[in-house]
């Protein structure tokens, strides 16, 4: 089992593939546990900001789920000390392009996460599958007639 | 006054707003409550001595007096003095790279990302109003700790100046599509605007002829700054006809 978890996330280039604090699957949660992306990133259809959940979101399951698991056996001691996991961020724009990207009105529009995300339901390791460019942004909110104004993302 | 042609949004079919600003002179008590929450709202970095000594502080929106009569019969009028966001804006056509242009709101929109920091279009605004980054912006701490998310903060080497509050425009527009109704008057309010005492200030949609800054355009008081030089602004103030 746990092989079978290992073998994909050796076979991705490592520059994609962020250092994670601990061995978090996507895949465990989405298609073994059958959760939902905003389970756990509540703002993505209802706010600016998805989020990366705290460690108390994690908790709550994982008091009482899986607690034998040598990662969650990880998690639980910075649960224990009080600390928040260090995740790294995948995705998100530099403070040089100036963008300022809500969420919830694409979620709204219809947009799956995985248009922007990759299917990160079948990742070990999220990876930046997508590669956010200024021409991806506008291709799609031309197809969508949403608005190609520059003032749309930069203020 | 600039009639524009009815635009409307292909998605949603509403009527494209046209934003402008109506400010009563003869309200305006110069206390620069404005000011303050220009800068605090938009990020706007505090100079420091030295440089404001050369004349490189920034305000969005900064107040003019005007003394009339002698003393002791003197009296001070006040002019709040924002970006005029000009239908026909002379700091547009000399940008080399097109970073600012006027978008089908009446926006004068100043793209951060593509300006090169010409600075010709500071140099070819009549109302002194746009700003150049001559560094990294710094804030006295504690300031640096209440930037606005909203609002992204300018980089070294570009120009910025007002944008009419972009943000709560979009924050508006965003709220009023989540609750799935057209957007009302008074929706949008700059920080400039919401936080005058005096409600010298009103901003709105002048293509909607019921808005309360149309009434006030219309109200016969109104005229707009160095009117004469063709730029037909959007911020239009009323005073005391003499």
Redesign the interface.
Known sequence: MRRALLLPLLALPAQLAAEQPLGFSHRAHIERANMQCVDCHTGAVSRDVAGIPSIRKCMLCHQFIATDLPEVVRLTKYWEKKHEVPWVRVYGFK??????F?H??HA?AGIQCSKCHGDVGAMTVAVKAVNHTMGGCVSCHRE???SD???AC?? | MAEQAEQRDPRSEQRVPQWAMAIDLDRCTGCEACVVACASENNVPTAGEEEAARGRAKHWIRVDRYYEGEFPDIRVKFRPVLCQQCDSAPCEPVCPVYATYQNAEGLNVQVYNRCIGTRYCAANCPYTVRFFNWFTPEWAEPLGLQLNPDVSVRPGGVAEKCTFCAQRIKRAKLDAAEEERELADGDVQPACVSSCPAEAMVFGDMGDGDSKVSKAIASGRSGQLLADLGTRPRVFYLEKAD
């Open positions: 403070r040089q392009a100036a963008v300022q809500r919830a009105p709204r969508n007639q949403a104004d520059c003032l930069h203020f």
